[in-house]
């Protein structure tokens, strides 16, 4: 719904105050001259020049710009200006004095009534002018957007609030000191200033009320924004109707802000009638809407002659709204609700939402980074500065002290009383001490007691896989056996290879061993889990969600004579917020200090100052004078409260029995701690069981790959003998025994293949053991063998290189599970077989073959089986505790 007043174009903008012209080169300059030297003022010549030309630029004012986009141009030069006058002012002390800018008078007429002047030399009356004709531009800039649109009242709200800035500013940081003069004007006093911001607030609010209405939101909003409109219009009226504005304004804009406070008032009884209808609360709405109409009403009735017209007409328009909507509300009340139409004056104040505040402007005009005479810095001001500020730090350092030492205090006091926790507690606000607290955090974490179960679990699966592995392993070598035992026996003395049981010794030692090492595992397994069982109980407080659940309570008296606990406690309750207060004000009072020494800066008064500066010391330190009289009232009052805290506690441990309550909380707290240390005691021994399976897994499934290769290198060996025999048997192979020295073996963990000797090649007999038999014929080599289709590849143990060592294994380190570890098995003494051995002589005593004595690995060799080389098991991770040594 659209609203019934047109107000978006009677808004008010400030005329800019009017100065003369005034020359600031010439004073400025000969001061640099003759305070400093020739050379200064030759160096500082731009500065000087900007500074003039600033002025210059002031001075013109804006009747001689063309139009409104010229605004822009002009914030930006007062901006400059103002900027380049705080430069000035810590620089040049301009007063009458004969050893200052004397020459210097900044005059200024009033914005309002033309015909009132200042003149003054101070730099702070050329100061607040210059900000005043900051917020009149941003004022004319807002007024000239087009407010017809939404774009535009967002522009021209944002202008405003620009301007509220400005004066706000000016009120806070200039006003008072360019009203100290004798000669002054109203319009840049501290009242005018803060008129003005209210002003310029009301009218940014206006234009955000407008763009509401023109989105359609609800209203009840819309009220709110509007009810803002009206209090910011009234707090500029009565402004206004005081002095020493009442008789310095024009009755038009006593008028105009009068008619726009009503207007806004009754635009919000109308949007809040609205909302009232919907939700059928008929006696407010009707209540709302007479209130509405009597402020138009009495507006319109007071209202001076020479009011605008079109704020009239606005008021009619929404007067006649309102009669039309109580005309209707009270016919349905009399006909419908019959409901009791309340009084105005028992009706609560409407709901205001401001969406404005002043623009901050200490970034826009701070002046710390102007580059603007620089170079100037008065001997014997910076020296006296420094002094003043050696004295502001030691005030501020003492008075910080005694702040901390009293927030302190009442900490250890409260700390012996153990308050405010015994309160807590009797309203069932348990807690844990923090380390405590945080040590059941992580347990809880790591799933804590509940989740024990299922790590026992991983236990048993890594201990049944260990076992399969082992009995998958040695089941391996009993078929072999079984196998080569079968060939023996078919065979006889033809069956000349060695037996499976003298090679797989050493593999059946380890395997023995690790069948060891799983029953001592198995034990500690069981001695682990009876542990548990044993403790569930005391360890079932860690699953408590929330652990503070376990804590006992503060529980009331059971019998009372006189009743008085809840005043007991209310009273105490009270104490303690009052000391919370107390510790509050102090942190305020810290940041009070060092916000006053941010802001004090009184260089500008040393510059201009004629007397000792003791006497301006004393003056400037006296105002933190009350500051340091708060701080000592407030530790004095603290002490009175401990005091009086002290009792109380006394009073109230005596009657819910706190010393049984504290008795009982330190057995929950050791109870905890005990269950925290037997969890982590059993974890510990569980995470230390599954690296021990981890890595016993991985020595097994090891031995397993070499048991696995072992078998099939046996395996072709067995193929060959096997067709051997067969020819022996047959016959053929008188003839190769005749031009053959004999077979060798085909060396276990080398290539399979035989090549046949190239007769082009001689023989290097040198790396033939017993070669000494010169006419012995050469040494037959079987035609190489077909790839068996059982093993369709080379077998690992001839192709594969040495695997590279398990990282668990850490040399050099302590090996406190050696005896629990895969061992390796020794490494035998290097036995070379004779270079030829016929079938029929009987096996080679002691024969191991290459599995496990092979010789020493030659440059361009092929690498040794993985299975040759030194166990990487000998001892077990450096991680493991003892718990599995037992």
Known sequence: MTSPSSTSNVMLSITEKKTISLDLYRPLRNYIVYNYSEREAQNLEDDIQTLKQYRSDIERGPHNESSSSSLPARRDVLQNYYKALCAVESRFPISPDQDHVNSVTFTWYDAFKNKNKAAQQNIHLEKAAVLFNLGAVHSQMGLGFDRSSIEGRKQASHSFIAAAGAFAFLRDNVAMKASMGSSTTVDVSVECAGMLERLMLAQAQECVFENSIAKGNTPGVCSKISRQVGLFYEEALAALNVAP??????????????????????????????????????????????????????????????????????INKLEATLNLNLERAMKENDRVYLMRVPPASSLTPLAAFSLVK???MDDILDASKEKMFASLVPDNSAKALSRYTEMVDDVIRTQAEKLQQGSEL??????????????????GNLSLPVALKEDVEAVQICGGPAGLDAELQQLRDLKRVNQELLVQTEELLQKEATEDTQFRTQFGTRWTRPQSTTLTKNMQDRLNRFAA???????????????????????????????????????????????????????????????????????????????????????????????????????????????????????EAQEQLLLQIQAQNEE???????????????????????????????????????????????????????????????????????????????????????NSSGYTYPSVGQAHQAPRTNPQQPTDTGNIPNSTRPHQPPTYHPPQQPTMSGYSQTPPPYSSPQPPAPPYHFPGQSQPFQ?????????????????????????????????????????????????????PYPHPPPHQSGYYRQ
């Open 819 to 871: 005896h629990l570890q895969p061992q390796p098995h020794p490494q035998h003494q290097q036995q070379q077989p004779p270079p030829s051995h016929n079938y029929g002589q009987p096996a080679y005593p002691g024969w191991r073959g290459p599995y496990y004595n092979a010789p020493p690995q030659q440059p361009g060799a092929m690498p040794r089986p993985p299975y040759t080389a030194p166990s």
């Open 652 to 738: 109230f441990a005596s009657i819910f029995n706190l010393e049984d309550y504290k008795a009982s909380h330190e057995r929950i707290y050791k109870q905890i701690e005990a269950a925290i240390f037997k969890y982590r005691e059993i974890k510990e021994n569980i995470n230390e069981g599954l690296k021990f399976y981890v890595t016993l897994q991985e020595a097994i499934t090891n031995v397993k790959q070499q048991c696995s290769d072992f078998v099939m290198t046996r395996n072709i060996q067995c193929r060959e003998m096997i067709d051997e025999v067969q020819r022996q048997i047959s016959g053929l192979s008188f003839q190769d025994n005749k």
């Open 517 to 635: 090492n799983l029953k001592q595992a198995a034990e500690s397994d069981a001695r682990i889990e009876r542990s548990v069982r044993d403790h569930v109980a005391l360890m079932s407080i860690l699953d408590l969600r929330p652990i503070e659940s376990a804590l006992p309570t503060l529980a009331r008296p059971i019998m009372s004579l006189d009743a008085t606990e809840d005043a007991i406690v209310g009273a105490l309750k009270q104490s303690l917020r009052q000391l919370e207060t107390l510790g509050a004000q102090r942190a305020g009072l810290e940041d009070m200090l060092k916000e006053m020494k941010r802001k004090d800066d009184i260089l500008p008064k040393l510059m201009t100052s004629t007397g000792s500066h003791e006497d301006l010391f004393r003056k400037e330190i006296a105002k933190y004078d009350h500051i340091c009289e708060e701080i000592s009232q407030n530790i």
């Open 358 to 360: 002043p623009m901050q």
């Open 410 to 427: 009442a900490r250890v006091r409260l700390r012996e009383m153990d308050l405010p926790d015994s309160v807590l507690a009797l309203e």
């Open 245 to 314: 504005l009442n008789q310095h304004f024009d009755k038009t804009w006593l008028a105009h802000v009068q008619l726009k406070a009503s207007l806004f008032y009754g635009e919000a009884c109308y949007r809040y009638s609205l909302e009232l209808h919907d939700k059928e609360e008929i006696a407010e709405e009707i209540a709302r809407l007479k209130s509405g109409v009597n402020a138009l009403s009495e507006a319109r009735k007071t209202s001076p002659r020479g009011s605008p017209q079109q704020l009239l007409d606005a």
